[in-house]
């Protein structure tokens, strides 16, 4: 993905237009690790118990540490955000606390990001 089209797709998101950020996103897709996987592994019913939502959550992340485009995975979920599911590897958590961070750093160094 060229930084070009980071730089909109931010924009976009940062703006709110979630539409057009979604427009702009490459078709990543197609390389994803998890093609032919069961989505069940990455979207576990709200009715397994904590036993059986971890290891869908170990065997989704072992797919998604194998994947090459698992960033780009990761920042489409980020953008939407996407409140469920494990996306580049990552589950809802750990997404807001890895954002929450990403945001904190940027406020810290506002001269690195061009702010
Ligand atoms: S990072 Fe994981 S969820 Fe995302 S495309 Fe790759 S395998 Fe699928």
Not at 47 to 76: M, W, Y
Request: hydrophobic share 30%.
């Amino acid at each position: 993905m060229t930084s070009d089209r980071i730089t909109r797709i931010v924009d976009a998101a940062e703006s709110g237009d979630s539409v057009r950020a979604r427009r702009e996103e490459p078709h990543w897709r197609e390389d994803a690790g998890c093609r032919g996987a069961d989505p069940a592994v990455f979207f576990p019913a709200s009715e397994l118990s904590a036993v059986d939502k971890a290891r869908h959550e170990r065997t989704a992340k072992l797919i998604c540490g194998n994947c090459p485009v698992r960033r780009q995975c990761h920042d489409f979920a980020a953008i939407g955000p996407e409140p469920y599911g494990i996306w580049g590897g990552m589950t809802p958590t750990e997404r807001k606390r890895r954002h929450r961070r990403a945001q904190m750093y940027r406020r810290v160094r506002p001269s690195e990001h061009g702010r």
